[in-house]
């Protein structure tokens, strides 16, 4: 039945449903993941890194974590082609807000600007939707911590732990059993590597194969963006027993 609702975006079908916006989330199912958690001092966002090929020369910068402004980053699972746009978007946005207002963006209001966008891909003929997820995290003085996941179809919602990407329903079942209101953000971090060690394909967790981002407030109160070392990760990642520790020569 769905052959012949799903050629175009902006056709319902009799059920109801846009093919099409379901198939660009299935397109993000196949990437790879991410994972968001919100702490009581900050907010946690893990990602891995799909190494295609051993040939590929790795990226210097970072694949999946991204700084929008001081205040605001993201993590992104889909088509990264997909993901810049949106991102460039997202940081005209942010800089037009603190040009005019001379103060930083609400967090949510940026999110809901940049799903504005995504959302007229689903509903004007000739476009097709983003395929790309991404989990915001940030800091205003209005909220505090936040951390909200948007689809291709527009929608957002503020989350406390979040999971998208490929095994993302995995992910976010074990999320709901161990997350704990309180949660710390060295615990966050604890709990994201966990969780994201059992629900990755591949069978072994290295730095080279992972991207983490914290946002957290300084001990000056200022919002401070910061991306996990490899060398720390790799020490991280020994220390909550989530691999083993090289081998001595």
């Given amino acids: 039945m769905s052959r012949r609702y799903d050629s175009r975006t902006t056709i319902f079908s009799p059920e109801g449903r846009l093919y099409q916006v379901e198939y660009a989330m299935e397109a993000i199912g196949n990437a790879g993941s991410a994972i968001g958690i919100l702490s009581k001092d900050g907010v946690v966002l893990v990602g891995e890194k799909k190494v295609t ?30 993901a810049n746009i949106l991102i460039n978007t997202a940081r005209v946005q942010a800089q037009r807000y603190t040009f005019s207002y001379q103060e930083p963006m609400p967090v949510e209001q940026l999110v809901q600007s940049l799903c504005d966008t995504k959302q007229g891909y689903t509903q004007f003929g000739g476009l097709r939707p983003f395929g790309v997820s991404f989990l915001f995290a940030g800091w205003d003085k209005n909220y505090g911590f936040q951390l909200y ?38 615990e966050a971090v604890q709990l994201a590597l966990k969780v994201l060690s059992k629900t990755m394909d591949s069978t072994s967790l290295t730095s ?4 983490l981002a914290e946002i957290f407030l300084s ?13 720390d990760l790799g020490k991280m990642l020994v220390k909550y027993g989530v691999t083993q520790p090289p081998a001595e020569a």
């Fill in 53 to 82: 090929s051993k040939l590929l020369q790795t990226s210097t910068s970072t694949e999946k974590m991204y700084k929008i402004d001081d205040h605001v980053a993201c993590a992104v699972a889909g088509i990264m082609s997909d």
């Fill in 149 to 186: 996941m948007s689809d291709p179809s527009g929608n957002y919602g503020g989350w406390k732990a979040a999971a998208v990407g490929a095994n993302n329903q995995a992910a976010q079942s074990m999320l709901k059993q161990d997350y704990k209101d309180d949660i710390s953000r060295e």
């Fill in 208 to 211: 080279e194969k992972l991207e």
């Fill in 219 to 231: 001990s000056s109160g200022k919002v401070k963006y910061q991306v996990c070392t490899p060398d």
